[in-house]
């Protein structure tokens, strides 16, 4: 946009009542109000609780976590707001009924191990991998 | 865990309640968990030989290093049970190794063990066997050793040595001696003490190809000057000897393919 646009814009922005809602500009892909922030729930298994220290010798439970909400681009990232917004209305145009939403997911995944008898008294030392969601954030 | 959201539908929902499980949903709890561990059913071992014995605890060393987690380590629970505080930890490098590239490790106890009293001119023995049919299949056997404790035998003048040799059993015969091959020999001092470990990984991928060949090792001990004795003179301990130091058979397995959970 030419200068003196942006000089009028600034102006609008500077009156208008700041109110928590944001303008449905066509970058602005989402309606829904509240922002759930890209977070990691923890959700503890215990193998204690279930009753089963009787068998399984080892851990005592693992962390089961997962991921929940949007992403959002820090500023000074590679994918910053601007481009994501940019990128968002180029597909917005292109196909308007499905805008990607971005999701909030597991990126780094972290192994367990888990030690337990079998029904002939025989030890099983067993490596479950991607059981655990160490960090979460967009793809 | 206790705080599972409850509110029927599969999406996961911010407000947990944080209550205990009702019974359903602790067994329905449990039916998810034992799929994502890849096991049809809750195992029921038969502990009566207690939790904590040799097998146990070398496996929960070979545990403790991968989690890397401080623990308490085990050679402490080991020395509960000793007068004597050998300081070596059951687990080895060469383990530890092994440890890095297996997707699972299984011991397996020892199903029989003779000691055959035979006449003077024919040799004592001990003979051990495992049952590898359990195996999960899809695994390779990517390494296995066969464990062996043995005390310091102090009655003995102090420099005396053994001849330990361990054996596969090739074919039985009823009237003589079974056919057998070496595995290995090791000499050993009679003040030695700690644990002896062989390489038994040919023998046991033979067994899991061909469970028909499974007829177990032997193991027969010699003095300096050639003479057969059992291997309790030897110090080796057996099926009587302390339970943490049981002998037993140790296999490290990695997956060829991976186990795919069957949706519910």
Same mark, same amino acid.
């Given at each position: 946009? *030419?200068?003196?646009?942006?000089?009028?814009?600034?102006?609008?922005?500077?009156?208008?009542?700041?109110?928590?809602?944001?303008?449905?500009?066509?970058?602005?892909?989402?309606?829904?109000?509240?922002?759930?922030?890209?977070?990691?729930?923890?959700?503890?298994?215990?193998?204690?609780?279930?009753?089963?220290?009787?068998?399984?010798?080892?851990?005592?439970?693992?962390?089961?976590?997962?991921?929940?909400?949007?992403?959002?681009?820090?500023?000074?990232? /590679?994918?910053?707001? *601007?481009?994501?917004?940019?990128?968002?209305?180029?597909? /917005?145009?292109?196909?308007?009924?499905?805008?990607?939403?971005?999701?909030?997911?597991?990126?780094? %995944? /972290?192994?367990?191990?888990?030690?337990?008898?079998?029904?002939?008294?025989?030890?099983? %030392?067993?490596?479950?991998?991607?059981?655990?969601? %160490?960090?979460?954030?967009?793809? | 865990?206790?705080?599972?959201?409850?509110?029927?539908?599969?999406?996961?929902?911010?407000?947990? $309640?944080?209550?205990?499980?009702?019974?359903?949903?602790?067994?329905?709890?449990?039916? &998810?968990?034992?799929?994502?561990?890849?096991?049809?059913?809750?195992?029921?071992?038969?502990?009566?030989?207690?939790?904590?014995?040799?097998?146990?605890?070398?496996?929960?060393?070979?545990?403790?290093? $991968?989690?890397?987690?401080?623990? $308490?380590?085990?050679?402490?629970?080991?020395? +509960?049970?000793?007068?004597?505080?050998? #300081?070596?930890?059951?687990?080895?490098?060469?383990?530890?190794?092994?440890?890095?590239?297996?997707?699972?490790?299984?011991?397996?106890?020892?199903?029989?063990?003779?000691?055959?009293?035979?006449?003077? !001119?024919? +040799?004592?023995?001990?003979?051990?066997?495992?049952?590898?049919?359990?195996?999960?299949?899809?695994?390779?056997?990517?390494?296995?050793?066969? +464990?062996?404790?043995? &005390?310091?035998? #102090?009655?003995?003048?102090?420099?005396?040595?053994?001849?330990? @040799?361990?054996? !596969?059993?090739?074919? &039985?015969?009823?009237?003589?001696?079974?056919?057998?091959?070496?595995?290995?020999?090791?000499?050993?001092?009679?003040?030695?003490?700690?644990?002896?470990?062989?390489?038994?990984?040919?023998? #046991?991928?033979?067994?899991?190809?061909?469970?028909?060949?499974?007829?177990?090792? !032997?193991?027969?001990?010699?003095?300096?000057?050639?003479?057969?004795? #059992?291997? @309790?003179?030897?110090?080796?301990?057996? +099926?009587?000897?302390?339970?943490? @130091? !049981?002998?037993?058979?140790?296999?490290?397995?990695?997956?060829?393919?991976?186990? $795919?959970?069957?949706?519910?």
């Amino acid at each position: 946009s *030419t200068g003196g646009k942006r000089r009028q814009q600034n102006r609008n922005r500077s009156t208008q009542p700041q109110d928590g809602s944001r303008s449905s500009a066509p970058a602005d892909y989402n309606s829904s109000d509240q922002k759930t922030p890209c977070r990691r729930h923890e959700l503890f298994v215990s193998f204690r609780e279930l009753g089963w220290q009787d068998w399984i010798i080892a851990p005592e439970g693992y962390a089961a976590n997962y991921c929940e909400g949007e992403c959002s681009f820090p500023l000074n990232a /590679h994918m910053n707001a *601007t481009n994501h917004a940019i990128v968002q209305t180029l597909v /917005h145009l292109m196909n308007p009924e499905n805008v990607p939403k971005p999701c909030c997911a597991p990126t780094k %995944l /972290h192994a367990i191990s888990v030690l337990y008898f079998d029904d002939n008294s025989n030890v099983i %030392l067993k490596k479950y991998q991607n059981m655990v969601v %160490l960090a979460c954030g967009c793809h | 865990g206790s705080n599972y959201s409850l509110d029927g539908n599969n999406e996961m929902h911010l407000g947990f $309640i944080h209550r205990r499980l009702r019974t359903h949903e602790k067994r329905e709890m449990q039916k &998810e968990i034992l799929s994502i561990l890849g096991l049809p059913h809750r195992p029921k071992p038969n502990l009566s030989q207690g939790k904590y014995n040799s097998a146990p605890l070398f496996m929960l060393d070979l545990y403790n290093t $991968i989690s890397g987690e401080e623990k $308490i380590p085990v050679e402490v629970k080991l020395s +509960r049970y000793h007068s004597t505080t050998q #300081s070596l930890p059951l687990a080895t490098y060469q383990e530890t190794a092994f440890l890095n590239d297996a997707d699972m490790v299984m011991s397996f106890v020892n199903l029989v063990e003779y000691d055959r009293e035979l006449s003077p !001119q024919r +040799r004592h023995h001990k003979e051990f066997k495992f049952n590898l049919s359990l195996i999960p299949d899809s695994e390779a056997i990517t390494a296995a050793e066969f +464990r062996l404790y043995k &005390e310091c035998v #102090s009655r003995t003048i102090r420099n005396e040595t053994f001849l330990l @040799k361990v054996y !596969q059993v090739v074919k &039985e015969h009823p009237d003589r001696e079974a056919d057998l091959f070496l595995l290995d020999s090791r000499r050993l001092w009679a003040a030695d003490e700690g644990w002896l470990e062989f390489d038994i990984t040919a023998t #046991s991928n033979l067994w899991v190809m061909s469970p028909v060949h499974n007829l177990g090792l !032997q193991v027969s001990l010699e003095t300096s000057s050639g003479l057969s004795i #059992s291997s @309790k003179e030897a110090g080796l301990v057996g +099926r009587s000897g302390a339970l943490e @130091k !049981q002998p037993f058979m140790v296999a490290f397995f990695k997956i060829s393919n991976v186990h $795919i959970r069957a949706p519910r």
